[in-house]
Protein backbone atom coordinates (compact mmCIF):
# COMPACT_ATOMS: atom_id res chain seq x y z
CA UNK A 1 0.00 0.00 0.00
CA UNK A 2 2.77 2.16 -0.08
CA UNK A 3 2.64 2.74 -3.39
CA UNK A 4 -0.80 4.52 -3.67
CA UNK A 5 -1.05 8.01 -4.69
CA UNK A 6 -3.75 9.89 -3.59
CA UNK A 7 -5.52 9.65 -7.14
CA UNK A 8 -5.85 5.53 -6.22
CA UNK A 9 -7.48 6.05 -2.65
CA UNK A 10 -10.02 8.77 -4.74
CA UNK A 11 -10.20 5.52 -7.24
CA UNK A 12 -11.07 3.15 -4.34
CA UNK A 13 -13.54 5.70 -2.40
CA UNK A 14 -15.60 5.89 -5.67
CA UNK A 15 -16.74 2.65 -5.34
CA UNK A 16 -18.66 3.38 -2.04
CA UNK A 17 -21.60 5.31 -0.64
CA UNK A 18 -21.79 6.76 2.24
CA UNK A 19 -24.75 5.03 2.78
CA UNK A 20 -22.98 1.74 2.85
CA UNK A 21 -20.62 2.57 5.90
CA UNK A 22 -23.47 4.73 7.51
CA UNK A 23 -25.67 1.57 7.61
CA UNK A 24 -23.58 -0.87 8.98
CA UNK A 25 -24.15 -1.91 12.52
CA UNK A 26 -21.12 -0.68 14.55
CA UNK A 27 -21.40 2.62 12.14
CA UNK A 28 -25.41 2.86 12.90
CA UNK A 29 -25.27 2.48 16.40
CA UNK A 30 -23.21 5.85 16.96
CA UNK A 31 -24.43 7.35 14.41
CA UNK A 32 -28.08 6.95 15.64
CA UNK A 33 -26.90 7.82 19.10
CA UNK A 34 -24.83 10.82 18.49
CA UNK A 35 -21.80 9.51 18.92
CA UNK A 36 -18.61 10.81 16.58
CA UNK A 37 -17.98 8.17 13.36
CA UNK A 38 -14.28 9.63 11.81
CA UNK A 39 -13.77 9.26 8.20
CA UNK A 40 -10.21 7.57 8.59
CA UNK A 41 -12.69 4.56 10.17
CA UNK A 42 -13.85 3.90 6.70
CA UNK A 43 -10.35 3.46 4.97
CA UNK A 44 -10.62 -0.09 6.92
CA UNK A 45 -12.71 -1.82 4.86
CA UNK A 46 -11.13 0.36 1.45
CA UNK A 47 -7.92 -1.31 2.53
CA UNK A 48 -8.97 -4.78 3.27
CA UNK A 49 -11.12 -4.66 -0.05
CA UNK A 50 -7.49 -3.55 -1.62
CA UNK A 51 -5.22 -6.90 -0.23
CA UNK A 52 -7.78 -8.80 -2.45
CA UNK A 53 -7.19 -6.55 -5.63
CA UNK A 54 -2.92 -6.61 -4.66
CA UNK A 55 -3.01 -10.24 -4.27
CA UNK A 56 -5.34 -10.70 -6.81
CA UNK A 57 -7.22 -13.35 -4.63
CA UNK A 58 -9.44 -16.49 -5.46
CA UNK A 59 -10.99 -17.13 -2.34
CA UNK A 60 -10.97 -15.45 0.87
CA UNK A 61 -11.95 -17.03 4.05
CA UNK A 62 -12.67 -15.04 7.36
CA UNK A 63 -15.74 -14.55 10.08
CA UNK A 64 -18.50 -13.46 9.72
CA UNK A 65 -17.83 -10.29 10.91
CA UNK A 66 -15.86 -9.71 8.07
CA UNK A 67 -18.80 -9.91 5.37
CA UNK A 68 -18.37 -6.11 4.43
CA UNK A 69 -15.08 -6.24 3.98
CA UNK A 70 -14.72 -9.56 1.80
CA UNK A 71 -17.63 -10.03 -0.40
CA UNK A 72 -18.82 -6.00 -0.55
CA UNK A 73 -15.43 -4.10 -0.47
CA UNK A 74 -12.64 -7.05 -1.73
CA UNK A 75 -15.15 -8.08 -4.65
CA UNK A 76 -16.41 -4.64 -5.57
CA UNK A 77 -13.01 -3.35 -5.93
CA UNK A 78 -11.35 -6.50 -7.86
CA UNK A 79 -14.81 -5.88 -10.50
CA UNK A 80 -13.01 -2.22 -10.79
CA UNK A 81 -9.55 -2.91 -11.32
CA UNK A 82 -11.23 -5.65 -13.56
CA UNK A 83 -10.28 -8.72 -11.78
CA UNK A 84 -12.54 -11.97 -11.40
CA UNK A 85 -13.96 -11.53 -8.02
CA UNK A 86 -13.00 -13.72 -5.20
CA UNK A 87 -15.26 -16.06 -3.38
CA UNK A 88 -16.07 -15.36 0.14
CA UNK A 89 -16.29 -18.53 2.60
CA UNK A 90 -17.60 -16.89 5.81
CA UNK A 91 -17.45 -19.31 9.01
CA UNK A 92 -19.02 -18.57 12.44
CA UNK A 93 -17.32 -16.94 15.48
CA UNK A 94 -16.37 -18.54 18.60
CA UNK A 95 -17.76 -17.23 21.79
CA UNK A 96 -15.15 -17.33 24.58
CA UNK A 97 -15.30 -18.75 27.73
CA UNK A 98 -17.85 -16.60 29.08
CA UNK A 99 -20.48 -17.88 26.13
CA UNK A 100 -21.21 -14.37 24.53
CA UNK A 101 -17.75 -12.30 23.84
CA UNK A 102 -15.89 -13.55 20.65
CA UNK A 103 -12.71 -15.72 22.07
CA UNK A 104 -10.13 -12.90 22.38
CA UNK A 105 -6.42 -13.68 24.21
CA UNK A 106 -6.94 -9.94 25.25
CA UNK A 107 -10.16 -10.45 26.83
CA UNK A 108 -8.59 -12.97 28.70
CA UNK A 109 -11.78 -15.55 27.55
CA UNK A 110 -9.81 -17.49 25.22
CA UNK A 111 -8.94 -22.06 25.60
CA UNK A 112 -5.21 -21.66 24.55
CA UNK A 113 -3.93 -24.29 22.07
CA UNK A 114 -0.99 -24.42 23.91
CA UNK A 115 -2.60 -25.78 27.12
CA UNK A 116 -1.90 -29.04 29.16
CA UNK A 117 -4.60 -31.03 28.83
CA UNK A 118 -5.86 -30.88 32.04
CA UNK A 119 -6.20 -27.28 31.84
CA UNK A 120 -7.39 -27.49 28.31
CA UNK A 121 -10.57 -29.90 29.77
CA UNK A 122 -11.14 -27.82 32.72
CA UNK A 123 -11.88 -24.96 30.22
CA UNK A 124 -14.39 -26.81 27.84
CA UNK A 125 -16.31 -27.93 31.25
CA UNK A 126 -16.94 -24.23 32.20
CA UNK A 127 -18.21 -23.40 28.87
CA UNK A 128 -22.14 -22.13 29.07
CA UNK A 129 -24.50 -25.24 28.32
CA UNK A 130 -26.11 -22.97 25.34
CA UNK A 131 -22.93 -23.01 23.23
CA UNK A 132 -21.90 -26.36 22.87
CA UNK A 133 -23.21 -27.12 19.51
CA UNK A 134 -20.98 -24.03 18.79
CA UNK A 135 -18.14 -25.78 20.25
CA UNK A 136 -19.04 -28.77 17.68
CA UNK A 137 -19.42 -27.30 15.25
CA UNK A 138 -16.64 -24.37 14.94
CA UNK A 139 -13.81 -26.79 16.99
CA UNK A 140 -14.20 -30.51 16.55
CA UNK A 141 -14.18 -33.30 13.75
CA UNK A 142 -17.60 -34.22 14.62
CA UNK A 143 -19.77 -34.29 10.89
CA UNK A 144 -23.27 -32.59 10.61
CA UNK A 145 -25.32 -35.69 11.50
CA UNK A 146 -23.25 -36.24 14.86
CA UNK A 147 -23.73 -32.53 15.82
CA UNK A 148 -27.75 -32.85 15.30
CA UNK A 149 -28.25 -35.66 17.16
CA UNK A 150 -26.57 -33.84 20.05
CA UNK A 151 -28.40 -31.11 19.34
CA UNK A 152 -31.68 -33.16 19.32
CA UNK A 153 -30.46 -34.94 22.61
CA UNK A 154 -30.16 -31.70 24.49
CA UNK A 155 -33.51 -30.08 23.03
CA UNK A 156 -35.49 -33.21 24.67
CA UNK A 157 -33.34 -33.73 27.76
CA UNK A 158 -32.63 -37.05 26.70
CA UNK A 159 -28.81 -36.84 27.74
CA UNK A 160 -27.62 -34.76 30.85
CA UNK A 161 -25.38 -31.30 29.56
CA UNK A 162 -23.06 -32.68 31.63
CA UNK A 163 -22.43 -35.98 30.05
CA UNK A 164 -22.45 -33.84 26.49
CA UNK A 165 -19.75 -31.22 27.66
CA UNK A 166 -17.78 -34.15 28.80
CA UNK A 167 -17.90 -35.24 25.46
CA UNK A 168 -17.03 -32.20 23.92
CA UNK A 169 -14.45 -31.14 25.85
CA UNK A 170 -12.52 -34.82 25.70
CA UNK A 171 -13.17 -34.04 21.58
CA UNK A 172 -10.99 -30.67 21.81
CA UNK A 173 -8.08 -31.88 24.02
CA UNK A 174 -8.11 -34.75 21.84
CA UNK A 175 -7.56 -32.98 18.97
CA UNK A 176 -4.83 -31.49 20.07
CA UNK A 177 -3.24 -33.70 22.81
CA UNK A 178 -3.91 -37.21 21.64
CA UNK A 179 -6.68 -39.83 23.01
CA UNK A 180 -4.91 -41.04 25.95
CA UNK A 181 -4.00 -37.56 27.10
CA UNK A 182 -7.22 -36.40 26.50
CA UNK A 183 -8.69 -39.87 28.69
CA UNK A 184 -6.33 -38.99 31.40
CA UNK A 185 -7.64 -35.58 31.41
CA UNK A 186 -10.96 -36.28 31.81
CA UNK A 187 -9.93 -39.03 34.37
CA UNK A 188 -8.29 -35.97 36.53
CA UNK A 189 -11.66 -33.70 35.89
CA UNK A 190 -13.48 -36.94 37.68
CA UNK A 191 -11.34 -37.12 40.29
CA UNK A 192 -11.33 -33.51 40.90
CA UNK A 193 -15.27 -33.60 40.92
CA UNK A 194 -15.29 -36.42 43.36
CA UNK A 195 -13.27 -34.90 45.76
CA UNK A 196 -15.65 -31.71 46.39
CA UNK A 197 -18.97 -34.53 45.78
CA UNK A 198 -21.83 -33.32 47.81
CA UNK A 199 -22.25 -35.28 50.66
CA UNK A 200 -25.61 -37.86 50.95
CA UNK A 201 -28.24 -36.10 52.86
CA UNK A 202 -28.76 -32.11 52.18
CA UNK A 203 -31.43 -30.06 51.62
CA UNK A 204 -33.87 -29.51 48.95
CA UNK A 205 -35.54 -26.78 46.65
CA UNK A 206 -38.40 -27.13 44.22
CA UNK A 207 -38.10 -24.60 41.78
CA UNK A 208 -40.47 -21.95 40.70
CA UNK A 209 -41.15 -21.11 36.96
CA UNK A 210 -38.76 -18.66 36.36
CA UNK A 211 -36.22 -18.60 39.47
CA UNK A 212 -33.20 -17.46 39.12
CA UNK A 213 -29.79 -18.92 40.95
CA UNK A 214 -29.81 -15.98 43.20
CA UNK A 215 -33.03 -16.57 44.27
CA UNK A 216 -32.81 -19.86 44.75
CA UNK A 217 -29.78 -19.24 46.86
CA UNK A 218 -31.39 -16.73 49.19
CA UNK A 219 -35.08 -18.40 49.36
CA UNK A 220 -32.27 -21.46 50.60
CA UNK A 221 -31.03 -19.46 52.99
CA UNK A 222 -27.05 -20.12 51.55
CA UNK A 223 -25.87 -16.64 51.61
CA UNK A 224 -27.26 -13.88 54.51
CA UNK A 225 -27.96 -11.31 51.59
CA UNK A 226 -27.87 -10.02 48.30
CA UNK A 227 -24.65 -8.71 48.42
CA UNK A 228 -22.33 -11.84 49.64
CA UNK A 229 -24.57 -14.00 47.30
CA UNK A 230 -22.81 -11.29 44.87
CA UNK A 231 -19.32 -11.54 45.79
CA UNK A 232 -19.51 -15.56 45.86
CA UNK A 233 -20.22 -15.26 41.98
CA UNK A 234 -17.42 -12.56 41.52
CA UNK A 235 -15.32 -15.53 43.75
CA UNK A 236 -16.51 -18.13 41.60
CA UNK A 237 -17.72 -20.01 44.78
CA UNK A 238 -21.16 -21.06 43.25
CA UNK A 239 -21.12 -24.57 41.09
CA UNK A 240 -24.26 -26.52 39.67
CA UNK A 241 -23.37 -30.14 39.55
CA UNK A 242 -19.37 -29.45 39.77
CA UNK A 243 -19.70 -26.56 36.81
CA UNK A 244 -19.23 -22.71 38.14
CA UNK A 245 -22.06 -20.52 37.81
CA UNK A 246 -21.06 -17.31 36.60
CA UNK A 247 -24.11 -14.66 37.00
CA UNK A 248 -27.03 -15.08 39.42
CA UNK A 249 -29.49 -13.27 37.82
CA UNK A 250 -29.93 -16.15 35.16
CA UNK A 251 -32.97 -18.62 35.09
CA UNK A 252 -32.05 -21.57 36.70
CA UNK A 253 -30.68 -23.65 34.45
CA UNK A 254 -31.64 -27.52 35.48
CA UNK A 255 -31.99 -29.85 38.28
CA UNK A 256 -29.00 -30.56 40.23
CA UNK A 257 -26.88 -30.06 43.28
CA UNK A 258 -25.64 -26.13 44.10
CA UNK A 259 -23.07 -25.55 45.71
CA UNK A 260 -22.11 -22.32 47.23
CA UNK A 261 -18.78 -21.49 49.29
CA UNK A 262 -16.67 -24.86 50.35
CA UNK A 263 -19.33 -26.68 52.75
CA UNK A 264 -22.85 -25.79 51.50
CA UNK A 265 -24.69 -27.74 49.39
CA UNK A 266 -28.47 -27.66 47.90
CA UNK A 267 -30.50 -30.63 46.23
CA UNK A 268 -32.52 -28.65 43.52
CA UNK A 269 -34.93 -30.42 41.65
Not at 104 to 133: C, F, Q, R
Not at 178 to 191: I, L, P, V, W, Y
Request: hydrophobic letters at 40%.
Amino acid sequence: MLDLKLADLIKLGSAFTIQQFVSRDNFKLRWDKGEPVYLHETFYALMQGYDAVALQADVQVGGSDQLFNIITAGRKLQELYEQRPQVGILVGILPGTDGVIRMSKSLGNHIPILAAPEDMYGKVMSLPDNVMPIYFKLVTRYLPDQIRAIENDLTKQARHPRDVKMELAHEIVSIFHGDANATKAQEHFKRVFQEREAPDEMPEHTLKEGETVLEVILAAKMAASKSEARRLFDQRGVRLDGETVERGDVTFPHPGVLQVGKRKFLKVK
